[in-house]
T-cell receptor, first 111, second 115 residues
Framework: TQLLEQSPQFLSIQEGENLTVYCNSSSVFSSLQWYRQEPGEGPVLLVTVVTGGEVKKLKRLTFQFGDARKDSSLHITAAQPGDTGLYLCAGDTPRDDKIIFGKGTRLHILP | KAGVTQTPRYLIKTRGQQVTLSCSPISGHRSVSWYQQTPGQGLQFLFEYFSETQRNKGNFPGRFSGRQFSNSRSEMNVSTLELGDSALYLC??????????????FGPGTRLTVL
């Protein structure tokens, strides 16, 4: 069974600080997505990474796909209260053609 | 363009009952996927429908079933409800579905509580 493990599970930091959250697996993924989910809403796609070693930037958010396509990281620079939410990674398994989600990192930015 | 809508938003049932949840995808999207989200297990894939056919299925018991209509609207049904079925049920639509290459758009979910 392929698993995506996210760490940390919870993170509470002050506004203006930098942070990195991780998404790891022993399996290779065709592609990997990052979502953010806010209370009372469904997840919203932030980015899809496809190529090993790929780096994508979305304003203050930097996403990286591991060279072996087994892991990914999300780095937030100068976190703001609006970044608060549940960050989910999801991988596409070529064998099953299914999308597997990690359990998420719950991020809280204190003003 | 209207987003994915799910009805009802909240539902309270008792053990042994059955429930039907509804999802209307974004206009033009043919793929609808269903997920169960719980604090302990996170988001787990239930099934995906594409053009009225179940294209993929997760590891859930047969009490969980679904269908898709010709207008791409989808329903999922859970029979003989158990306490552990309490969860947020999310529906996601995409133009083609099937992989993470295709962006999925999620609805707000239906919060099911089983007493």
């Amino acid at each position: 069974t392929q698993l995506l493990e996210q760490s940390p599970q919870f993170l509470s930091i002050q506004e203006g600080e930098n942070l990195t959250v991780y998404c790891n697996s022993s399996s290779v993924f065709s592609s990997l997505q990052w979502y953010r989910q806010e209370p009372g809403e469904g997840p919203v796609l932030l980015v899809t990474v496809v190529t090993g070693g790929e780096v994508k930037k979305l304003k203050r958010l930097t996403f990286q796909f591991g060279d072996a396509r087994k892991d990914s990281s999300l780095h937030i620079t100068a976190a703001q209260p609006g970044d608060t939410g549940l960050y989910l990674c999801a991988g596409d398994t070529p064998r099953d053609d299914k999308i597997i989600f990690g359990k998420g990192t719950r991020l809280h930015i204190l003003p | 363009k209207a987003g994915v809508t799910q009805t009802p938003r909240y539902l309270i049932k008792t053990r042994g009952q059955q429930v039907t949840l509804s999802c209307s995808p974004i206009s033009g999207h043919r793929s609808v996927s269903w997920y169960q989200q719980t604090p302990g297990q996170g988001l787990q894939f239930l099934f995906e429908y594409f053009s009225e056919t179940q294209r993929n299925k997760g590891n859930f018991p047969g009490r969980f079933s679904g269908r898709q209509f010709s207008n791409s609207r989808s329903e999922m049904n859970v029979s003989t409800l158990e306490l552990g079925d309490s969860a947020l049920y999310l529906c996601a639509s995409s133009p083609a579905g099937g992989s993470s290459y295709n962006e999925q758009f999620f609805g707000p979910g239906t919060r099911l509580t089983v007493l």
